[in-house]
């Protein structure tokens, strides 16, 4: 995307913490803004918030995990400012429990509410991109996608988070030719209202809102003394990756680091066991058919 002024965005998510962040960003830089949420009044109360700063914003209701609710926003967003060319698809629960104490509900809840959220919300939003030739698609992802050891007892939620990040590296192979490029933002800890809102939002379909069947833990491990920042400080951080097309915004230096260490060691490591197996059993066979496995091969 090369300008964010005179464009129109959809936020996913937006009626708290990071997503109200960006929306209220969005609308600072110039784009117009449809602020959406499972929560309308949160939403609401987010666009106020814009519209009453000289801003422009729409509230609009919207549950990620319900194809039919985000096709219903996008027409809203597309009938209040017209082609959406900022999508930002930031809509997420966590959950910190070990996989085997939670309910086949939370599982598939967490699941998708942050991966096909993700997927359907950027299906819905394509088509129209696509037609005008130009879009960017920002995920919010995590770091618990990218370093799933980091934080335990985060099984759904890292799984999720990690498709994200191969869903937008993929994806973009295929909109390159439609000048549409994507981010997935990794945040590693960001003020928000996720431990609070936790157990207001969950759909109806996995159960309806209810306390204390996903819990929302304190992060306990090495990472106490980890800074938490103000989702309006991280937005412009965030917003001038989609501004220069970059595929990743990690917004903490501590995990850019530990993520650059991790890596080296995982590919080192990765090399030097399949170099020693190659030396002691030769490469693993070509099949003489290439892809396809032909009968009596
Ligand atoms: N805060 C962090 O440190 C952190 C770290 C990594 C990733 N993230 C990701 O950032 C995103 C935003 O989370 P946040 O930290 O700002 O928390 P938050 O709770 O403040 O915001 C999440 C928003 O998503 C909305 N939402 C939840 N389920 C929804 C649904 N089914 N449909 C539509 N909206 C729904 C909530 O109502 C809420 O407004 C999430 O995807 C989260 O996983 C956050």
Redesign the pocket.
Known sequence: MTAIRGKAAVV?????????GLAKELARQGASVAV????LA?AQKVADQINASGGKAVAIQ????DRASINEMRDKAVAAFGAIQLLFA?????SFDPLMEMSDEDVDWILT??LH?VMNTTRAFLPGMMEAGEGHVCA?????GLLPGWIPVHVP?SAA?AGIIGMMMNVALELKPYNIHTTSY?????????KA??A??R?AMFGGPGEGEVHVGEVNHEQTSLA?FH?DSVAPMVLDAVLNNRAFVFDHPEQRDLFRETYASVVEECYDAAEAWERDHGRPEANPHGAKLVSGD
């Open positions: 996913t998510g937006g009626g708290s913490g990071i997503g109200a959406t949420d499972i929560l949160n919207c549950d990620v995990c930031n809509a997420g629960a966590t509410v942050n959220g919010t992802a995590s770091m618990a939620y988070k990794c945040p590693g800890g960001v003020a928000s209202g996720m809102n936790n207001t939002y759909p938490f989702p």
